[in-house]
C-alpha cells in the first residue's frame, strides 16, 4: 500500500492534470469531456497504477509489452482497467500485447495490421477491457490507432504522411481491427507552443483521410504539451510525469 501522504500527493497532481485539460478545453471552445484522460505508467510499479484506479482512472498507458504484461498480472483483479499500448510494437510482442490491451496507439504498417489482425482474431479480448472509441461503446474489434511520424524524425516509429493511407486500409481490411484514429509524438521542442503545428498536421491528415467519421480519436499531447494538442483537437491525452512525478525508479 501507499501510504496516505503519497496517496494524496497523487490526488493532487491528478486534480491539477484534469484542471489543465478542462482550462485547455474551455481556452480551445470544446466541451472537457471531449478529451479523455490516459494516465502513462511506464516505470511505475504496480501499487501506483491501483492507487490511481483508486482515484478514479481507468485508463492506463504502456510503452513496452512486457512490462505491461508483469503489471496486468498484478492487477488483474481491477474489473475496468484498460491498458493502452503506446510504445512502438514488434512483430515478436503483437500476441502478448492482443491479450491485454484495450486499444493499441501506434500501429504504423500494413504488415503489423495483418499481424495484429490475425492474433486479434485467434484471441478476442474480455468485454470490459475494450475501449470505448468516441460516444460508441465497445464493439468486440479491437481499437487501433495508427501512428504518425508528422515530423519526419528518423529515430521514430510511425508511418509517414504518405503511407498513411496504405495503413487505413489494411486496419480497415482486418475484421477483428476497429479503426480508432490517429496518434503523434512531435519532435521534442523547448517551447510546448511549437508543438502546436505538428498537431495541426496530424488534425489535417484526419481531414484528408475522412474526417472524424472515420478517424474519431487523435491522440497526441503529453506532461509538455498537453494544452497544444488540444488546442489542435486532441481527444486522448497521454499523461505520466505530471500524474506521477518524474520516472527515476527502474521497472519491475
Ligand atoms: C512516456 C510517454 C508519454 C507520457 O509522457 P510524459 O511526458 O511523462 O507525460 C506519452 N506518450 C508516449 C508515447 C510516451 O512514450
Known amino acids: 500500500m501507499y501510504s496516505r501522504a503519497a496517496m494524496s500527493e497523487l490526488a493532487a497532481r491528478l486534480d491539477a492534470v ?3 485539460i478542462r482550462a485547455a478545453t474551455e481556452a480551445a471552445g ?86 495484429l489482425g490475425r492474433r486479434a482474431a485467434e484471441a478476442p479480448i474480455p468485454e470490459p477491457r475494450r475501449f470505448p472509441i468516441g460516444a460508441q461503446a465497445p464493439d468486440g474489434r479491437l481499437p487501433v490507432l495508427i501512428e504518425v511520424n508528422v515530423g519526419g524524425e528518423k529515430q521514430k516509429g510511425g508511418c509517414t504522411p504518405d503511407e ?55 491522440s497526441m499531447g503529453m506532461t509538455h504539451d498537453l494544452e497544444a494538442a488540444v488546442a489542435a483537437g486532441a481527444t486522448l491525452v497521454r499523461v505520466g510525469t505530471a500524474i506521477f512525478g518524474p520516472r527515476g525508479r527502474a521497472p519491475r
Open 164 to 218: 498513411l493511407g496504405s495503413v487505413i486500409a489494411a486496419v480497415q481490411g482486418a475484421p477483428a481491427l476497429r479503426l480508432a484514429g490517429l496518434m503523434t509524438v512531435p519532435p521534442h521542442t523547448a517551447d510546448a507552443s511549437q508543438a502546436q503545428p505538428f498537431f495541426e498536421s496530424l488534425a489535417a491528415l484526419r481531414e484528408q483521410h475522412g474526417g472524424a467519421d472515420v478517424l474519431p480519436e487523435l
Open 18 to 20: 484534469r484542471a489543465r
Open 30 to 115: 470544446r466541451r472537457a469531456e471531449d478529451v479523455r484522460l490516459i494516465a502513462v505508467t511506464k516505470a511505475q510499479p504496480a501499487a501506483v497504477v491501483r492507487e490511481a484506479y483508486a482515484l478514479g482512472l481507468r485508463d492506463f498507458g504502456e510503452n513496452y509489452v512486457q512490462e505491461l504484461e508483469a503489471k496486468a498480472e498484478e492487477l488483474g483483479d481491477l474489473p475496468e482497467l484498460r491498458w493502452h499500448v503506446i510504445g512502438h510494437l514488434q512483430r515478436n510482442k503483437v500476441k502478448l500485447a492482443v491479450r491485454h490491451a484495450a486499444a493499441l496507439h501506434t500501429v504504423d504498417s500494413p504488415r503489423l495490421s495483418a499481424e
